[in-house]
């Protein structure tokens, strides 16, 4: 079996045996009748993101992909021009998944960023990589020469620049997110001059632009660090829930985990009460390290099973069982560290037309986890949202980034939602989101940006107190307010 195999069923966690279940047990899916759905039309003219349910009229879409810098910089600059001179807006996206139209300007001009170059520095440090290449591409090329990045997300489908425009993280640690691991960006300003930013040159544009979401100009390439690819072995700990952070922080703190996850159950009788813990260490056996895996045949099943939890409780047990028992027994040998990291988004797909996945993340401080088991419980179950999944990583302290969701250590709590594309759910999820962020926010604790756009405004302002500081920066680059999209216009745009 392969390696990615042995990691598809974790992930899906519940495989064959909740496959089976899912076929066995009924799904007590409610009926849509008299329901107001909230199906995306797809015409022309419009942008859509991985939620479905931004669907927002453009001006006009491109797509580029060229090379060498000077090339892309004229691209844009000349699409600059033209929207600041029809008073449209301007914003580059790569792969659309965030899930608020964070790529999307509303009547403007949209481009898209897809071009895979990637080319290690002298001395194997570090790689330069254009903008839009996406994860999976930087793995095929540093795979080979016997290394990896440093940090990016779970799924390798996402753009790199747009990691950096995120400042997204994954779950190698102890590392922050991944504008630590970035040295440099080549960048067109919002002026059209083509700068360096990096801790050193141009550093207050590097901070804003690190987790900016585009707003300040449009990254063409940019220069990572790499680190050696390596064969680990995993080890599972079952634990109640309320322990995790204790044992997740010390196996951290012990230095010798080199990726680390968490997962929770999530049936609604029982929800949150027992945890998982997953950590990766060096195998002693380093000689021989087997190329990055692709996602097997299994993967694709273990989506049909993954998929047999909504509204199916019986299956939710049964997953967790398989997760907490049988899982391990089959995921127990060696993997390369490429090979966690290089699992695409498809994986999860949810061929379901009348559901879409939704994301939330919270990062909570370790001290106060107990407390958010406990808000979860008391908020999740009882609305009509359907959570399929939650993992628990760790994320380092980030004093860099303007727009900082993580000041101190965190735990980072990513959820996975089935939501029915339809106007009651709708209605029902943001008040869940809010009540949960409410908890959170009590706790110290904030909310990831890139999901859908259901915090309040107050709320926004609670969890990013330097959102006023970001403003200020990106007018000083951007006076004319040419590079906008749907989170600036749903938060930030009334601070101007
Ligand atoms: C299934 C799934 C799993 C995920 N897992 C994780 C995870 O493990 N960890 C995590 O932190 N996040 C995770 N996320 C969130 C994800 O990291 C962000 O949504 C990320 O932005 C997606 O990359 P993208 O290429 O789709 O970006 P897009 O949505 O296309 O763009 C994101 C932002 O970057 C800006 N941008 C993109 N390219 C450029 C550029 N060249 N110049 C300037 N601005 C640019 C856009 O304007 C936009 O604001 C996940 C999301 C999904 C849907």
């Not at 392969?2 to 009926?31: C, D, H």
């Not at 139209?101 to 403007?108: E, S």
């Not at 302290?397 to 339809?422: H, K, W």
Request: proline content about 6%; aromatic content about 10%.
């Amino acid at each position: 079996m392969g390696e990615l195999t042995r990691r598809a069923i974790l992930l899906a966690g519940g495989g064959i045996v909740g496959g089976i279940a899912g076929a066995k047990l009924t799904s007590n899916r409610p009926s849509l009748a008299g329901t107001t759905l909230l199906q995306p039309t797809g015409a022309e003219g419009t942008l859509n993101d991985a939620s479905l349910l931004s669907e927002t009229k453009i001006f006009r879409h491109s797509i580029a992909i060229e090379n060498p810098t000077e090339v892309l910089a004229d691209k844009i600059r000349a699409e600059i021009t033209e929207a600041r001179e029809s008073g449209r807006p301007f914003n580059v996206g790569a792969a659309r998944h965030s899930m608020g139209g964070h790529a999307i300007p509303a009547n403007g001009h949209a481009m898209t960023f897809d071009n895979g170059f990637t080319q290690m520095t002298p001395g194997n440090e570090t790689y330069r990589v254009h903008a839009g290449a996406r994860w999976g591409e930087v793995i095929r090329a540093l795979d080979p020469l016997g290394l990896g990045p440093k940090v990016m997300q779970s799924n390798n489908d996402f753009g790199v620049a747009a990691t950096f425009c995120v400042n997204a993280h994954g779950w190698p640690v102890p590392h922050g997110p991944m504008g630590a691991t970035v040295r440099s960006i080549f960048m067109v300003r919002p002026d059209g001059e083509l700068v360096r930013c990096s801790r050193t040159e141009n550093a207050p544009l590097f901070f804003a632009t690190m987790g900016g979401y585009g707003l300040t100009g449009a990254i063409i390439e940019l220069e990572v660090e790499a680190v050696p690819n390596l064969n680990l072995e995993p080890t599972f700990r079952k634990m109640p829930a309320r322990d995790f952070a204790q044992f997740f922080i010390g196996a951290i703190d012990s230095g010798e985990v080199n990726m680390a996850y968490g997962r929770l159950n999530v049936d609604r009788d029982t929800f949150f009460e027992d945890a998982m813990m997953i950590t990766y260490r060096a195998a002693a056996d380093q000689t021989e390290i087997p190329p990055a895996s692709g996602s097997g045949t299994l993967s694709q099943l273990s989506r049909h099973v993954f998929r047999a939890q909504v509204a199916n409780e019986p299956a939710k047990d049964l997953r967790w069982w398989f997760e907490t028992g049988l899982g391990p027994l089959i995921a127990s040998g060696p993997v390369t560290r490429n090979s966690l990291i290089n699992e695409p988004v498809v994986t999860l797909d949810d061929n379901d037309p009348t559901r879409t996945d939704i994301l939330h993340e919270y990062f909570v401080p370790p001290g106060r986890f107990s407390d958010f088991i406990e808000a979860c419980q008391e908020v999740i179950p009882s609305s009509y949202q359907e959570l399929l999944n939650i993992t628990l990583r760790y994320v380092g302290g980030d004093a860099e980034s303007v727009l900082n969701y993580a000041p101190a250590p965190r735990i980072a709590c990513v959820m996975l939602f089935s939501q029915e594309m339809t106007q009651r759910a709708e209605i029902d999820h943001e008040r869940m989101t809010q009540a949960l962020i409410d908890r959170i926010l009590d706790m110290g604790g904030t909310y990831y940006l890139p999901y859908r756009p259901h915090a309040t405004q107050e709320q926004f302002r609670r969890a990013y107190p330097s959102a006023e500081k970001f403003v200020e920066e990106k007018k000083f680059y951007d006076p004319d307010l040419v590079f906008r999209n749907g989170f600036w216009d749903r938060y930030l745009a009334d601070m101007t």
